[in-house]
């Protein structure tokens, strides 16, 4: 559609040539047009996204957006920016790139699959050749699992073989009928091709709220420790983490061939945020909205989050994602 929107657009520039020609002559000088963009791709990526017009990533811009827009986050931080520059600069890639993302609502997880995709594709999430896929959304009955397995892969290796670089991002996968993610097992190994396509240069991002338990319950023993939450290194709770989410009963990954087979690249803990954390947020979405910082309403909207344990009251339990909402309060014309 996008193409011939941009041919008739072409052909509307001169109204008086259009009205001139016969409608046969017309739909031949449209198939000329279509023609000679195809056969001119440079001239055909001016009018719409093309794959091979993907951005040139940089490490540095990339660390940047994660340093001024991500906080609280030191693990998540270093693993993607490392996995993510790696994969881009490495022309001869063994397999896709799968990361698995989990924490709580609010700590940064759709935050960061948004940031990749910025840094990939201009277009970001709105990029033809980015794929959101919420589980509660387009697979919501269990009763179609099979159907539902049969369109994930046409439609993978439908947008693969359009785009080698496509990303997938599966939000909810904790909500995901368990079994449904296996189907795209097969994408995710080491072929070189299948069925004639390569899916090496291919992103896969899971976005689950699956082993937030196990992360807390890391993150609350080095603050009862008297430990800083930087100290809190991968090894710590990746192992753990990929355990936990493997025998959940309630996660998508539950005896998944994906984990079995050793098929995530890295499994990505997201630490429940503290109030400091919240409070800076709260200051980036100010200044994005182009108000002046205000902490007096900074402090006031920190402080009417609720946090957990009840007693400690040490980590937010929505994390940064209601106090955009929030604002709006204070800021209500």
Not at 259 to 279: A, M, Q, S, T
Request: proline fraction near 3%; aromatic fraction near 12%.
């Amino acid at each position: 559609m996008k193409l011939v929107r941009a041919a008739l657009g072409l052909l509307l520039l001169a109204p008086p040539l259009v009205r001139a020609v016969e409608p046969i002559s017309l739909g031949l000088a449209l198939a000329g047009v279509l023609t000679g963009y195809i056969s001119y791709p440079r001239l055909y990526c001016l009018f719409t996204e093309c794959c091979s017009q993907k951005r040139s990533l940089s490490r540095e811009a990339l660390q940047k957006d994660l340093d001024s827009k991500l906080f609280g986050q030191h693990l998540a931080k270093k693993v993607i920016l490392n996995a993510v520059s790696g994969f881009i600069s490495n022309p001869k890639s063994k397999k896709p790139l799968t990361l698995s993302l989990h924490g709580w609502t609010g700590t940064g997880k759709n935050f960061v699959s948004k940031i990749i995709a910025e840094h990939i594709y201009e277009g970001g999430l709105n990029s033809d050749y980015v794929h959101l896929f919420v589980a509660t959304l387009h697979f919501p009955h269990a009763g179609n699992i099979v159907q539902y397995k049969d369109q994930l892969q046409l439609w993978i290796r439908g947008n693969v073989s359009a785009c080698a670089r496509s990303i997938f991002i599966f939000d909810e996968m904790d909500k995901m009928h368990a079994g449904l993610i296996d189907a795209i097992k097969p994408f995710l190994d080491y072929y070189d091709l299948i069925d004639g396509v390569s899916y090496q240069k291919a992103i896969f991002i899971f976005l689950s709220n699956a082993g937030a338990e196990r992360i807390t319950d890391v993150a609350l023993d080095f603050w009862r420790s008297g430990k800083q939450r930087e100290e809190i290194k991968l090894k710590d709770m990746e192992q753990a983490l990929s355990v936990s989410v493997f025998n959940n009963k309630n996660s998508g990954f539950w005896h998944s061939s994906l984990i079995d087979r050793n098929l995530i690249d890295y499994f990505v803990p997201f630490l429940p945020l503290e109030y400091k954390h919240l409070k800076m947020c709260i200051r980036v979405e100010m200044k994005s909205r182009g108000y002046e910082v205000d902490e007096d309403i900074v402090t006031r909207v920190a402080e009417e989050m609720t946090f957990f344990p009840k007693e400690e009251r040490v980590f937010s339990d929505k994390g940064c994602k209601t106090v955009y909402t929030k604002l709006d309060y204070y800021y209500d014309d």
